[in-house]
């Protein structure tokens, strides 16, 4: 019996899906899909975990910035003290602040600081 040559929908389908891969997913249709599918898979599981990687690196950021200060702060601290004043700085600008320019971030701590010492002051409390 004579082979066949497939003609130009095999071919059409191949290079739909056609992966830069070596062995099998470069050669197979059905492993080129599995593959796909397993890439595309990932990469929507990578981008979620970008998010919570870059999240960290700036909580880091800030964290060690305000540790080297001379102003007694802690991360957690800060935050809740940003978000009490409602300043809306959120972590990706604090840790570009924290990079760029450390007395800026430290200017805005102290003055966080001062204002709470002033509002107790008022309330009685100390």
Do not use: C
């Amino acid at each position: 019996m004579t082979r066949t040559s497939r003609g130009y929908i095999a071919r059409r389908r191949k290079k739909k899906t056609l992966s830069n891969s070596r062995g099998g997913p470069s050669r197979l249709i059905r492993t080129m899909t599995q593959q796909e599918i397993k890439a595309l898979s990932s990469s929507d599981r990578d981008r979620n975990r970008q998010k919570r990687d870059f999240r960290s690196l700036w909580i880091t950021r800030i964290n060690s910035v305000i540790r080297q200060s001379w102003v007694y702060y802690s991360y957690s601290r800060l935050i809740h003290d940003l978000y009490k004043r409602q300043l809306l700085f959120n972590r990706k600008i604090l840790a570009q602040i924290a990079i760029a320019n450390k007395n800026s971030l430290y200017v805005i701590s102290n003055e966080i600081l001062k204002s709470e010492v002033n509002w107790e002051e008022s309330a009685g409390v100390i």
